[in-house]
């Protein structure tokens, strides 16, 4: 393993680690699916 | 200090809402939009009371006595937590059906402002209101607004009245004789009372009972004869659109950036990665993130052309429409809403099932919603259109209308496991003709587009990861060599399902993995496709021509031909929908029966289908059955005798009843 290896490596992580943060915080405010805020009371395309 | 918007369905109340507090909250020219309140501030530039001012959109009701769920919502926030004022939206163009619901607030001892909304179109109309007396004879203030412009819209002064009355609480009710009266007669003295204002302050210029240009319009587009071919060259236009004429272009050029960021950051980490570590970056995450957003283009003008039809007042038509044939199947033409919702997303198109007051209805509509593409259903419905049809629009359309036969179908069949006989009656409110707000609709666009560049960014992004590590790996955690991936965990976990997809035409493992990964979220399908086949831009049809050799032949690449394909694309379609729509469709079915039925019917339908999609497919291009017959009408012959059974015994169900009555 190279140095450019582990870069590319902390890039992949870094990129999971923010998608989970937000899944995860959308989690917390009662959001299922990321993206979509269909089942929570701040939905915008709620009907 | 709290004010309630409050109103008839399809008054105008959300577009109020988004106009006094600059939100952007959903809403359509059709009755029935909202169904959750909804919370916002005052904007600063209208709130000149200094009063700290929070504004809730309720959902709206005809009555005080709640029919729907919604209506209920309504009721429940008014009555319990009791608002500082209640601004009372009512429909200038229908002043009698409006105020009805207007004597009933008045009664609750809390201070109301009449927002005496679409003043324009009632002007428009020749219809001339005086408010003045209006607001005598209710005693209490009555604004004129027009809450689709933003200068001269009574807004400012509709909240400086309703900080005023906030502070002064000296509203009296009107007086109505309700003497020796309750229940229905009680309302009909009050319908009286209501008239009787009515014709006090109204003045028509046109009499209402005759014929105006939109009802002859309506004559034709929503008449028995003419209004199903118009719906479908409608869709046929929409899809054509957003997959054939306009969408693949705008793909090509977001294909093109993508293609050029792949590039970019292959450029940049050069050929000394670790080629398993460069995989994961480059085919894995931007791969086939990239692949599941080129398709976004042909999304955003499907929804764009969608949210024009729904604000011109089309769609209201096509529930009127539906309602004749819906209604023999046991459902109404209140199903159908939800249904044209879930071609947003299921999960608020399943959630809009609540305002069916019928229980079993309600039931059928969430568990059948599904069947509808949603927008995370339409990559697949490009993808497969794309590479195996050329384009053609007539594979969106015809999914989308299959999708509508498959609710027909569906519905017959629980109604007839369920034994019920009843009818149905549906009274929708249908909305006037006019020009589709531009604005309106993009802002609906840029709403979903961007819901899904983050589901894009979130758990398609993890699901690609993952698929493309398990893709790398050998369970001794070896790596496997390109040219042999079957050897790889992901191979070995997908290809026994494989062996059940045989009798449909896609047994590789590849595509069994797509379909599983496809119920987190189903744009995965995509995704995990152009990881398993390391293609990062599908919208490029020659590009994946030339990868099939000198034939440029797709189904070289894809190891399946056009009928598999579209075998593949029913049973994703028609199949049980993702997980965030399988939780709403639980929580709105409210009973685990009925729950696990919806899950196994949806299961049946889709495997079904897909099944008589492929063999009937093979038998009429090749003259020979498809492989796996045998093994696949086993499995079918079983799925129908189960369903047979339920319907049987449901009819069963019904000749017992009148036998128990009569003893």
């Known amino acids: 393993m190279s140095y450019i290896d582990f870069i590319v490596i902390g890039v992949i992580a870094a990129v999971v680690a923010l998608a989970i943060i937000k899944m995860v915080r959308n989690k917390r405010r009662g959001i299922k699916c990321s993206g979509c805020e269909g089942c929570t009371k701040d939905c915008t395309e709620r009907k | 200090m709290r004010i309630a918007l409050t109103g008839n369905p399809n008054s105008g109340k959300t577009t109020l809402f988004n106009a006094i507090t600059g939100k952007i909250e959903h809403v359509g020219n059709w009755a029935g939009v909202t169904v959750e309140m909804k919370e916002g501030k005052v ?197 054509s659109i957003s997959q054939a004429w306009v969408g693949p272009w705008l793909a090509g050029i977001l294909g093109g950036w993508i293609d050029a960021f792949y590039g970019w950051v292959q450029g940049l980490m050069g050929s000394g990665v670790n080629p398993v570590v460069s995989a994961l970056l480059l085919d894995g995450i931007i791969g086939g993130v990239g692949a599941v957003i080129g398709f976004l283009p042909l999304i955003m003008l499907l929804f764009f052309s969608l949210a024009l039809l729904e604000d011109c007042g089309y769609m209201a038509r096509v529930a009127v429409i539906m309602d004749r044939y819906f209604k023999k199947i046991g459902l109404s033409g209140r199903s159908i809403i939800p249904m044209v919702i879930g071609t947003g997303c299921a999960v608020p198109g399943i959630m809009a099932s609540r305002t069916i007051k019928d229980e079993r209805q309600r039931r059928t509509t969430a568990m059948l919603t599904p069947f509808m593409p949603c927008g995370a259903k339409l990559p697949i419905i490009a993808l497969f259109a794309g590479i195996f049809f050329g384009g053609q629009g007539w594979i969106g359309t015809s999914m989308y209308f299959l999708g509508i036969v498959i609710i027909a179908l569906g519905g017959l069949m629980i109604r007839k496991m369920n034994g019920d006989k009843s009818k149905s009656h549906f009274i929708i409110e249908l909305p006037e003709y006019r020009i589709p707000s531009v604005k309106r609709a993009l802002l609906s666009v840029m709403n979903r587009s961007k819901a899904f560049i983050i589901k894009a960014g979130t758990i398609i992004l993890i699901c690609n990861a993952l698929v493309q590590l398990l893709q790398s790996f050998n369970w001794q955690f070896q790596v496997v060599a390109a040219s042999a991936p079957e050897a790889s965990i992901l191979a070995s976990i997908a290809t026994p399902l494989a062996v059940v997809f045989i009798p449909l035409g896609f047994g590789l493992w590849q595509f069994a993995a797509a379909a599983v990964t496809g119920f987190i979220a189903k744009e995965n399908v995509v995704g995990t496709l152009a990881v398993c086949f390391a293609i990062t831009n599908f919208i490029n049809v020659e590009e994946l021509s030339l990868a099939g050799g000198a034939a440029g032949d797709v189904s070289v690449v894809f190891g399946i031909g056009a009928v598999a394909a579209l075998s593949y694309l029913v049973f994703n379609l028609f199949t049980p929908p993702c997980f965030a729509a399988i939780g709403a469709m639980r929580s709105e079915i409210g009973s685990r029966k009925w729950f696990f039925g919806a899950i196994g019917f949806q299961l049946g339908m889709g495997y079904t289908l897909a099944f008589l999609v492929y063999q009937i497919g093979t038998l009429a291009t090749t003259g020979e059955l498809g492989g796996g017959f045998v093994g696949g009408l086993i499995a079918v012959v079983c799925i129908v005798g189960i369903v047979s059974y339920l319907m049987i015994r449901g009819g069963r169900k019904t000749v017992a009843k009148p036998a128990k009555l009569s003893i």
């Not at chain 2, 500082?84 to 809390?110: C, K």
């Not at chain 2, 014709?199 to 004559?219: F, G, L, N, P």
């Open chain 2, 43 to 239: 904007k600063p530039s209208l709130n000149k009371s200094g009063l700290q001012m929070s504004v809730v959109d309720l959902p709206g009701a005809y009555s005080i006595s709640p029919y729907t769920k919604e209506e209920s919502v309504t009721r429940d926030y008014i009555t319990n937590e009791r608002p500082d004022v209640i601004v009372n939206i009512v429909d200038s163009t229908n002043l009698s059906r409006s105020i009805f619901f207007t004597t009933q607030l008045l009664e609750l001892n809390i201070p109301v402002v009449i927002a005496l909304n679409k003043s324009d179109l009632s002007t428009k109309k020749k219809t001339m209101i005086d408010t003045e007396l209006l607001s005598r004879l209710l005693q209490c203030p009555v604004v004129s607004t027009i809450s689709t412009v933003s200068s001269k819209n009574g807004l400012e002064k509709l909240v400086s009245e309703a900080a005023r009355v906030s502070q002064t609480k000296d509203q009296e009710p009107p007086k109505i004789n309700f003497s020796g009266t309750k229940g229905k007669k009680a309302d009909v003295r009050r319908f009286e009372f209501v008239n009787e204002i009515v014709q006090m302050v109204e003045k028509r210029e046109i009499d209402s009972a005759k014929q105006t240009r939109q009802d002859k319009a309506d004559r034709i587009i929503a008449s028995p004869w003419f209004g199903i071919p118009i719906f479908i060259g409608v869709i046929f236009v929409v899809f």
